[in-house]
T-cell receptor, first 114, second 113 residues
């Protein structure tokens, strides 16, 4: 049981390049999330998917797109990277609510945009 | 709308002393409250949560937190801090009627030997 996995771990891009961050979970969770972490700002939600086939914008969606490929996978795409997107990106998943309520996080992807 | 405030950027304590990390929240409905810890270059690890029931919640590594509805607070506590508790701590809240989790800015805890 690997939990939440993310690839790649590190990435350097030039301004204008595109890339896709991959996330997968093997816990059969319905909901998945993408966050970015910047110093002094905590984690900010980029996009989330409440269930397979649905996605919604979070606090900071501009410059990003997502795909909920199936129940396991939720990818984040930067179509034209900008230096402001330099950050650490975390994927998370969550089971249905009630007492199971907890978000589980992946190890993160460090992205540097030059 | 929901939000979380962690009023202290940094908390410094001596090993063996009590540790408190403060958190206040704002939600329109009933809150689900969480504490996470992040060690350098790692993801977030779940510590504890309040969903319903007892206001005092016990979690991993000897941490506990008390839900105080009247003060809208959920402070994290540990009776005797260890050097290994040095890390970045995040409080988070989710309104029962929402899918999204809102995080505080984080508090860096340093425990000196």
């Amino acid at each position: 049981n690997a939990g939440v996995t993310q690839t790649p771990k590190f990435q350097v891009l030039k301004t204008g390049q595109s890339m896709t961050l991959q996330c997968a979970q093997d816990m059969n969770h319905n909901s998945m999330y993408w966050y970015r972490q910047d110093p002094g700002m905590g984690l900010r939600l980029i996009y989330y998917s409440a269930s397979e086939g649905t996605t919604d914008k979070g606090e900071v969606p501009n410059g990003y797109n997502v795909s909920r490929l199936n129940k396991r996978e939720f990818s984040l795409r930067l179509e034209s990277a900008a230096p402001s997107q330099t950050s650490v990106y975390f994927c998370a998943s969550r089971p249905s609510g009630g007492r199971l309520e907890t978000q589980y996080f992946g190890p993160g992807t460090r992205l540097l945009v030059l | 709308a929901q939000s979380v405030a962690q009023p202290e950027d940094q908390v410094n304590v001596a090993e063996g002393n009590p540790l408190t990390v403060k958190c206040t929240y704002s939600v329109s409905g009933n809150p689900y409250l969480f504490w996470y810890v992040q060690y350098p270059n790692r993801g977030l690890q779940f510590l504890l949560k309040y969903i319903t029931g007892d206001n005092l919640v016990k979690g991993s590594y000897g941490f506990e937190a008390e839900f105080n509805k009247s003060q809208t607070s959920f402070h994290l506590k540990k009776p005797s801090a260890l050097v290994s508790d040095s890390a970045l701590y995040f409080c988070a809240v989710r309104d029962v009627g929402d899918y999204k989790l809102s995080f505080g800015a984080g508090t860096t805890v340093t425990v000196r030997a």
